[in-house]
């Protein structure tokens, strides 16, 4: 029986065409190629090979047509590029996901990065997609159990829903991250790791997933250092591999790590391509971008399963206001917003509970539960209006019950908010309402 390396290589083969049309570098404009010959062969968005006088080649995108000529962004600088450099078309980006894909860590393109065989499955697909139909779509399904007694409880994530976590940089986003992905429950999981160190993605998948977590896992990974139009294609590469699985009636669980580098490599590729940035240093194109990606996920159509996703948003001095940020919390179904100075005073997960919110609820809990819920809220918010008042020692206990409860509340619910669970979401209902009861506030 033939193995499956052998089949593999055969059918790379057959996919070989007889006849190729070659173009040829006609000038170069900075950091773009006018190819020409090729302009009635290719499309936007397909990919180029460059053939080098020395034998060595140069990859690139069509990033523009004309009657004159393929404008092609190549994804390293343009050295030793001479006029006349012959021009191959190498086709659309096309992956063939397969379940045997499953631990492995995978380029944008689809070519393995650990060194090991990458099975092609039995249908190729293009990495752009359109999202299922609204009408035809199910609804959120049932909570899951994040291994956090806030994420179980105040902040809940349900099958389906996507949820954005905004956070500057050094405030704990990866590590909860990481913590999430290990605890939540799923048939698959698949994870983008764009424009992350080099460093990173081989910690990530060696200490953070582990053997055990990688078997269930498939990482597409495009690091600082690859092109611009890598780093935008690693998320969409990874819905399609969470598309594929969704398809064949699973669960998936989504991690992109993170949204706001896309943004920027898609901001890179468009200014390239002529766009001018005019939302504050981002094309006109971008909202389409994110919107659409962020549509992809979600419930699917009645009959097959559900992407469950977790979009990181890296924030710029906190702004919560800038384009990125600011057109994802109008998308997403929840969004979770870290705080640094509760990172700086060593509280983890950093969470601002006031400016979080889950659009799971009030359908993700029982009448009891949200009861729960909201007078945790308003005491949180109740001593975050008093504090400066309380702190200075201006407050007299007894002068306000409300306020009373509220400053009884806050140090057993930071106890509460950073505790992690392993007995589930009634184990961590439970903790609420002891915490609630320690301050006061429930007397039942």
């Known amino acids: 029986m033939q193995n499956a390396a052998l089949l593999d290589l055969k059918s790379k083969l057959a996919d070989i065409s007889r006849t190729r049309t070659v173009g040829r570098v006609v000038s170069a404009d900075g950091h773009t190629l006018r190819v020409s010959g090729l302009e009635e062969e290719v499309k936007l968005g397909d990919r180029l090979r460059l053939l080098r006088e020395d034998g060595s080649f140069l990859m690139g995108d069509v990033l523009c047509l004309g009657a004159d000529g393929a404008i092609m962004l190549p994804d390293d600088p343009p050295a030793r590029v001479a006029l006349g450099d012959r021009v191959v078309a190498q086709g659309a980006v096309r992956i063939a996901p397969d379940q045997s894909w499953l631990g492995q860590v995978i380029d944008p393109y689809g070519h393995a990065l650990n060194g090991r065989f990458l099975k092609k499955g039995g249908a190729e697909f293009d990495i752009q997609n359109e999202p299922p139909a609204a009408v035809i779509r199910k609804g959120l399904g049932e909570r899951l159990d994040t291994g956090f007694h806030l994420f179980n409880t105040i902040l809940p994530i349900v099958r389906g829903q996507r949820v954005g976590i905004f956070a500057g940089s050094g405030v704990g986003k990866s590590r909860l991250l990481a913590d999430l992905l290990k605890a939540m429950d799923a048939d698959v999981v698949v994870v983008a790791l764009v424009g992350e160190r080099g460093?990173?993605?081989?910690?990530?998948?060696?200490?953070?997933?582990?053997?055990?977590?990688?078997?269930?896992?498939?990482?597409?990974?495009?690091?600082?250092?690859?092109?611009?139009?890598?780093?935008?294609?690693?998320?969409?590469?990874?819905?399609?591999?969470?598309?594929?699985?969704?398809?064949?009636?699973?669960?998936?669980?989504?991690?992109?790590?993170?949204?706001?580098?896309?943004?920027?490599?898609?901001?890179?590729?468009a200014i390239s391509a002529g766009e001018f940035p005019s939302l504050r240093g981002f094309p006109p194109s971008l909202p389409s971008r994110i919107t659409k990606l962020a549509e992809r996920a979600g419930p699917g159509a009645k009959g097959s399963g559900d992407i469950t996703a977790v979009f990181s948003v890296l924030v710029a001095a906190s702004d919560m206001d800038e384009p990125v940020a600011d057109l994802l919390r109008g998308v997403l179904d929840g969004h979770v917003v870290l705080d640094r100075q509760l990172a700086d005073q060593g509280q983890f997960p950093a969470v601002d509970i006031l400016k979080s919110v889950s659009r799971a609820l009030p359908a993700a809990a029982t009448p009891t539960e949200n009861s729960m819920l909201a007078k945790a809220r308003s005491l949180v918010s109740k001593y975050n209006e008093s504090s400066a008042l309380v702190r200075s020692g201006l407050y007299t206990e007894g002068a306000d019950v409300a306020l009373d409860q509220a400053i009884a509340f806050h140090p057993v619910f930071k106890d509460f908010r950073a505790g992690q669970t392993r007995d589930g979401i009634g184990a961590s209902f439970e903790r609420l309402r002891l915490t609630l009861r320690r301050s006061g506030a429930l007397t039942d």
Do not use: K, W
Not at 240 to 251: K, N, S
């Open 199 to 269: 460093r990173e993605i081989n910690d990530f998948t060696q200490n953070i997933l582990g053997e055990a977590g990688l078997s269930r896992t498939v990482v597409v990974a495009a690091s600082a250092a690859t092109a611009a139009t890598a780093r935008m294609r690693c998320p969409m590469t990874a819905m399609r591999v969470a598309e594929y699985f969704r398809d064949q009636g699973q669960h998936v669980l989504l991690f992109v790590d993170s949204i706001t580098r896309f943004a920027e490599a898609q901001r890179e590729v």
